[in-house]
C-alpha cells in the first residue's frame, strides 16, 4: 500500500522553527519528484517547496531563504526545514509524490500522485 505520512507539525511562535518530516511507505521515494504543500483556511492549497531525484530544489517566493526541503534516500523520507515561522505560515502542510514526467505544470503545481494525510502549523504573533 503506497502511503505518506508527514510528521513534526504543531504550534510555534513567530520567528520559530520547525522541520516537517515525510516517510513514505509502500514504495521508494527514488526516481520521484516530492513536494510539500500548504492549505490555509479559506485559502488555495499552495506549493511551497519541491525536491527532485537529483536533489535539485525549488521554492515558493514566499518561503525562499527560510525553508529548506532535504531527502534522506536511506530513510525513504523527506523534510522540510522551517525557520523564522511567520504567522502567515499557518496552514496544514501537506507532501506529495509523483514521477517527473507527471508535473507537466511545474514542481510546484498540484498534478501529484501520492498525498499524505497533512500535519498542522500553528505559529502565533
Known amino acids: 500500500q503506497v502511503q505518506l505520512v508527514e510528521s513534526g507539525g504543531g504550534l510555534v511562535q513567530a520567528g520559530g522553527s520547525l522541520r516537517l518530516s515525510c516517510v513514505a511507505s509502500?514504495?521508494?521515494?527514488?526516481?520521484?519528484?516530492i513536494g510539500w504543500f500548504r492549505q490555509a483556511p479559506g485559502k488555495e492549497r499552495e506549493g511551497v517547496s519541491a525536491i527532485t531525484s537529483d536533489t535539485s530544489t525549488y521554492y515558493a517566493e514566499s518561503v525562499r531563504g527560510r525553508f529548506t526541503i532535504s531527502r534522506d534516500r536511506a530513510q525513504n523520507t523527506v523534510y522540510l526545514q522551517m525557520n523564522v515561522l511567520k504567522p502567515e505560515d499557518t496552514a496544514v502542510y501537506y507532501c506529495?509524490?509523483?514521477?517527473?514526467?507527471?508535473?507537466?505544470?511545474?514542481?510546484?503545481?498540484?498534478?501529484?500522485?501520492?498525498w499524505g494525510q497533512g500535519t498542522q502549523v500553528t505559529v502565533s504573533s
Open positions: 509502500g514504495f521508494t521515494l527514488n526516481g520521484y519528484v
Open positions: 506529495a509524490a509523483a514521477p517527473l514526467e507527471t508535473l507537466v505544470s511545474g514542481y510546484l503545481s498540484d498534478d501529484y500522485n501520492y
